[in-house]
């Protein structure tokens, strides 16, 4: 069972038995969550900021949502990492970092 719960964002929280994510859209909401297969409804927009906290997630998971990503498409690494007010592109460098 994994459990995710955005950072300051006590009442932004999932759990989910194969991996889960936490986002709270900075800085008035919305939250969301969901399971891991779940993961490709959430859309980013480039100033978008987030708290987020993804558990268990598969690099191919994370491959799908992000096309920088594509080249991980059959990876099985389970990758899990907690940020606050994170842009795109700091949660983009901080997935490559935990998948390389």
């Known amino acids: 069972m ?3 719960t955005a950072p300051d964002h006590p009442d ?9 994510y936490a986002v709270y859209w900075e800085p008035d909401g919305p939250c969301d969550t969901g399971c891991s297969d779940q993961l490709k409804k959430l859309k980013f927009k480039t100033d978008s900021r987030i708290s ?7 690099a191919s998971t994370l491959g799908s949502l992000f096309e920088e990503l594509s080249n991980v498409s059959s990876s099985d690494k389970k990758i899990s ?3 606050k ?4 592109s ?3 460098d901080r997935v490559r970092k935990a998948i390389s």
């Open 2 to 4: 994994s459990t995710c």
């Open 12 to 20: 932004c929280t999932i759990d989910c038995d194969n991996g889960c």
């Open 52 to 58: 987020i906290c993804l558990r268990d997630i598969s």
């Open 81 to 83: 990492l907690t940020m």
């Open 85 to 88: 007010n994170a842009s795109r």
């Open 90 to 92: 700091e949660l983009l």
